[in-house]
């Protein structure tokens, strides 16, 4: 650690560095990744340890004495938690249904009255 109020520079580049590395995964991720379901929950964890770098280290809560550094990874967790809970019951929710299915809440309407969809050959106006 450097010396009390003195700080190395050379350390937050290297953080910034990690935090260059992060973004280009992100990127990466999004535009060639692959990961099919796994690129949400990868791409939240990486947002997490950018998050958690910043915050540990741009905003100086490594160098916080005693109970403001349990702050943050507390409530990371906390969050995590409620998150956490919130989908695993929105995933688990028995789906309410229909008994006909969602073609039931559509009007009925006569044929002449529909119209062709755009782009059709078969569209012209007064048809």
Not at 92 to 111: H, I, Q, S, Y
């Amino acid at each position: 650690m450097a010396e009390h109020g003195r700080k190395s520079v050379w350390g937050y580049v290297g953080i910034w560095g990690v935090l260059v590395v992060l973004t280009v995964a992100t990127w990466l991720l999004g535009t060639r990744g692959h990961l099919g379901s796994w690129s949400l929950p990868v791409a939240m964890g990486i947002a997490v340890g950018k998050t958690a770098l910043v915050a540990m280290f741009f905003m100086h809560l490594v160098e916080q004495p005693g109970a403001r550094r349990v702050v943050f990874p507390v409530s990371a967790l906390f969050l995590a938690l409620l998150l956490g809970v919130s989908l695993v019951e929105a995933m688990t929710r028995v789906r309410m249904a229909r008994p006909d299915g969602p073609k039931a809440l559509e009007p009925a309407r006569p044929a002449s009255t529909r119209t062709a969809p755009p782009g059709s050959p078969t569209r012209w106006m007064g048809h």
